[in-house]
């Protein structure tokens, strides 16, 4: 079982920058690949980034590629999600997800993922 919870949501400008916590307890956290992934108002929960346990490699929608960064702190069990030059667009709840998934086409499927948090709010405002 593993036990996720995220923090650090908010509201910011257009252009402003945030950075999302992710906590991770309960089985050993570096061996689940963990992501990150947002719902809209009416939309779909998608694909923002991902880390796989396996290799280390990181995965980013093309819509966040450039402007987001995932990274890890295995001694901290925590997952992080820098966002900067954040746009209306991206006003969503993110959730952080975790699950042995150690492919780098299903490590974007929300579906295939058996654990995830409460989710943050972030608001961009224009």
């Known amino acids: 079982q593993v036990q996720l919870v995220e923090s650090g949501g908010g509201l910011v400008q257009a252009g402003g920058s945030l950075r999302l916590s992710c906590a991770a307890s309960g089985r050993t956290f570096s061996t689940y690949s963990m992501g990150w992934f947002r719902q809209a108002p009416g939309k779909d929960r998608e694909f923002v980034a991902a880390?796989?346990?396996?290799?280390?490699?990181?995965y980013y929608a093309d819509s966040v590629k450039g402007r987001f960064t995932i990274s890890r702190d295995t001694a901290k069990n925590t997952v992080y999600l820098q966002m900067n030059s954040l746009r209306p667009e991206d006003t969503a709840v993110y959730y952080c997800?975790?699950?042995?998934?150690?492919?780098?086409?299903?490590?974007?499927?929300?579906?295939?993922?058996?654990?995830w948090g409460q989710g943050t709010q972030v608001t961009v405002s224009s």
């Open positions: 997800e975790a699950d042995r998934i150690n492919d780098h086409l299903a490590i974007r499927n929300n579906g295939l993922y058996d654990y």
């Open positions: 880390f796989d346990y396996n290799g280390g490699n990181t």
